[in-house]
Structure formats: structure tokens, C-alpha cells
């Protein structure tokens, strides 16, 4: 554990192989990303006012997993500058920024759930 605060283990351009474990929780990472593009998929057609925040998180799925499909071809396959470890970290913090995005729109959605807008209220006094 004390290796990952180090910088020769982030930075070095030729890294060991990901452990058996480290592989078993990327590829379930994978996984949860192609379920959730599958689920999204089918439930679409209900989604009503939630379809812009469903079509994001399919975006994002979408897209985590195929970064991340190339990322652990590169790792599998031991190409040096392309498996090293600070392309995880930086996918890391891209997702991370993306989720934040994708919760400020859910935010938005859900604020203005309740109101009506001020179309809708001159609206109902015109014939």
C-alpha cells in the first residue's frame, strides 16, 4: 500500500502487470459500465422528463468503457508508455468531473420539477 504514494509507481513509464485483483475489479468496472448502457437503453422510452440526465449517464458509460477497454488491452498486453499508471489516475479524475457535471444537470432537472415557468402561468390566462 505504501508503494501507492510513491511517484516512481505512478510515473514510471515500464509498470508491472496489474494484479489478479486489480484486473477482477477493473474488468468489474467494465462490466457495471455495459450494464448500465443496457439498462439505460431498454427503460428510454419512459423516461420523460429524466431522458437528457438518462442520455448523459449513457454517454458516460459509454464512453468510460471504451477508455477503459483500451486501457486494460494496454495493460494486458504490456505496452509500455500506454499501460503506465497515471493514465488511470487521469481517467479517474476525468470521470470524476464528468459525474460532477451529470449531477448538476440532475440538480437542475429536479429544481425545476416543482415550478411552473413563467410561460406556463401567461399561458393558462390566454385563450
Do not use: C
Not at 509498470?15 to 431498454?42: D, R
Not at 427503460?43 to 422528463?49: D, H, L, V, W
Not at 508508455?81 to 464528468?98: D, E, K, N, Y
Request: aromatic letters at 20%; hydrophobic letters at 50%.
Amino acid at each position: 500500500m505504501q508503494h501507492l504514494f510513491s511517484l516512481s509507481y505512478w510515473f514510471n513509464l515500464r509498470p508491472e502487470s496489474l494484479s489478479h485483483v486489480g484486473q477482477t475489479f477493473f474488468i468489474g468496472l467494465l462490466s457495471l459500465f455495459l450494464l448500465i448502457i443496457i439498462v439505460v437503453f431498454i427503460s428510454r422510452k419512459r423516461a420523460g422528463r429524466y431522458r437528457g440526465f438518462l442520455k448523459r449517464i449513457s454517454n458516460f458509460s459509454f464512453g468510460n468503457l471504451i477508455i477503459g477497454g483500451f486501457l486494460l488491452f494496454f495493460n494486458y498486453e504490456i505496452i509500455p508508455f500506454f499501460s503506465a499508471r497515471f493514465w488511470l489516475a487521469v481517467w479517474g479524475i476525468i470521470m470524476l468531473i464528468w459525474l460532477y457535471f451529470i449531477a448538476k444537470s440532475l440538480k437542475k432537472i429536479k429544481t425545476s420539477q416543482g415550478t411552473p415557468s413563467k410561460e406556463d402561468e401567461i399561458k393558462k390566462y390566454l385563450p
